[in-house]
């Protein structure tokens, strides 16, 4: 493909019409759809997933564009992403905020809660009647949206904040950090639906699940200042869950920041243009690894690269060529309706291999008017 056929698709690249006002993402709707659709269709089927916000790079001017201090990206459009614990990812939805696409069913339980739910549900939509465990952040957990997940007949963990606790009576942060680092302190509800806990390890660690308790407790260590040296403390096991599983997003994040799509434009949808071409191929990636084991990333892009520019080669369709000269050898020099017509672009006398601006008619070859008849002869 030549440079100025690649601007001229890039300029003139779009996906959608301005149908929706409503959807300030109508420019890429369709190709976020499909590609939601396709995710969940090819993803791996396991038991944990997890629920994090994830930035897409974006410098320029848009009603959508978020700055999140302390982040790797902190200019840009922000997504809720649902992904895997390797980092495959099976939804995303780009956050504009009151009128995120959520179901609307979730929206008295705050965004938090209404970004876990639609997700809940896009795994149930799975048609497999599994325990799904999703695990998420305190950004979205609180009481209510553990008891919705729980008349789904699904599993959760995740850290909470202590405000979000509805008044449970555990002890105050204040006290447990007097206590040894590894003590905890949890309170079950009277069902015993699920279990609200507060963790002492560097600081307060606030967490809650309705699939795990404390037991089976784990060894952890950690760096003791007041001695200096590495002790072992005691980890609750849903603490242990919620580590292990927690950072599927932050993988995806990060494999994909490596080698994203650097191409700029002016269009204020070519990043998430761009990212979402990233995020297919990342997909791929992780799908690869499990059927046929491993390979690195970047040697994953460039099989990709190759296998596009052979099919492009191999699918080429090629125009009109010009007849060779030894076709008409028969007919060359029979002496008959040969004429010298003019021609607009410069070809090679067939003759004297000069450049020439006439040909003949029958033979539909350059010859020059010196050579012509030397060259039927």
Not at 265 to 289: R, S, V
Request: charged share 25%; proline share 4%; hydrophobic share 30%.
């Amino acid at each position: 493909m030549t440079r100025d056929r690649f601007d001229f698709i890039f300029r003139h690249l779009h996906v959608n019409d301005n149908l929706d006002l409503q959807d300030k993402y109508t420019k890429v709707r369709p190709l976020v759809t499909l590609l939601n659709k396709k995710f969940l269709e090819f993803s791996p089927l396991e038991e944990h997933y997890s629920v994090d916000e994830a930035m897409i790079p974006y410098y320029g001017r848009h009603g959508c564009k978020q700055h999140i201090k302390g982040k790797p990206i902190r200019y840009g459009f922000k997504a809720w992403v649902g992904a895997t614990r390797l980092g495959y990812v099976l939804w995303m939805e780009p956050y504009q905020g009151a009128t995120t696409l959520c179901n609307p069913i979730y929206k008295e339980l705050g965004l938090g809660a209404s970004v876990v739910l639609t997700f809940c549900d896009v795994l149930i939509s799975r048609g497999f009647d599994l325990p799904y465990h999703v695990v998420f952040d305190n950004f979205f957990t609180g009481t209510p949206l553990l008891e919705e997940i729980t008349k789904k007949g699904l599993r959760c963990t995740g850290t909470v904040r202590e405000n979000r606790t509805s008044s449970c009576p555990l002890i105050t942060s204040k006290l447990l950090k007097k206590k040894e680092r590894g003590a905890v302190d949890y309170r079950t509800t009277h069902d015993n639906t699920f279990i609200i806990a507060k963790w002492h390890d560097n600081n307060i660690f606030s967490i809650a699940s309705n699939a795990v308790g404390i037991n089976p407790k784990q060894s952890s260590k950690r760096f003791s200042q007041s001695e200096k040296r590495n002790i072992v403390i005691e980890e609750p096991h849903m603490v242990s869950i919620y580590n292990k599983y927690m950072g599927g997003v932050d993988r995806s994040d990060e494999n994909i920041s490596h080698y994203r799509i650097g191409i700029r434009g002016k269009k204020w949808y070519m990043p998430l243009l761009t990212h979402m071409i990233d995020l297919a191929e990342h997909n791929a990636w992780q799908l690869y690894k499990i059927n046929h084991g491993k390979l690195d990333h970047l040697g994953f892009r460039r099989r990709v690269a190759i296998a596009l520019i052979e099919s492009n080669r191999k699918n080429a369709k090629r125009g009109p060529s010009r007849p060779s000269h030894h076709e008409h050898a028969d007919s060359r020099k029979d002496q008959m309706n040969h004429l010298v017509i003019p021609q607009s672009k410069q070809t090679h006398c067939r003759q004297c291999h000069k450049k020439c601006l006439t040909r003949c008619k029958k033979c539909d070859v350059g010859v020059c008017v010196k050579c012509f008849e030397t060259y039927h002869s």
